[in-house]
């Protein structure tokens, strides 16, 4: 069975910076995508960022809000994907859910999910 394990969120004040990863089990195989969502209390989930890798390249996504903020990662071969979050703010207060997919499309194609790992950022 696969599992997404998620790691390295906490409590950080405005302005500082988390680095969350998230390592998978129960698979070899590199998956075509891997990335991150969010949910805020009240709010629905949003896609922050994600990476893609196919035999034509490498693409990135940012939800617009994180750009110059954030970079997403992958270590291809372990299957690991991370989350370098810098200048936070507290709008990025959320519960950070690793997922990945085995091809493009819609939310849908977001087959495997982590259980989450609380960002709270404070003022």
């Known amino acids: 069975q696969v599992r997404l394990v998620e790691s390295g969120g906490g409590l950080v004040q405005v302005g500082g910076s988390l680095r969350l990863s998230c390592a998978t089990s129960?698979?070899?195989?590199?998956?075509?995508?891997m990335g991150w969502f969010r949910q805020a209390p009240g709010k629905e989930r949003e896609r922050v960022a994600d990476?893609?890798?196919?035999?034509?390249?490498?693409?990135?996504y940012y939800v617009d809000s994180v750009k110059g903020r954030f970079t997403v990662s992958r270590d291809n071969n372990e299957n690991t994907v991370y989350l370098q979050m810098n200048s936070l703010k507290p709008e990025d207060t959320a519960i950070y859910y690793c997922?990945?997919?085995?091809?493009?499309?819609?939310?849908?194609?977001?087959?495997?999910w982590g259980q989450g790992t609380q960002v709270t950022v404070s003022s």
């Open positions: 990476m893609t890798v196919s035999w034509s390249g490498t693409s990135s």
């Open positions: 997922s990945a997919a085995d091809s493009g499309g819609g939310q849908s194609s977001w087959k495997y």
């Open positions: 129960g698979r070899t195989l590199s998956f075509y995508r």
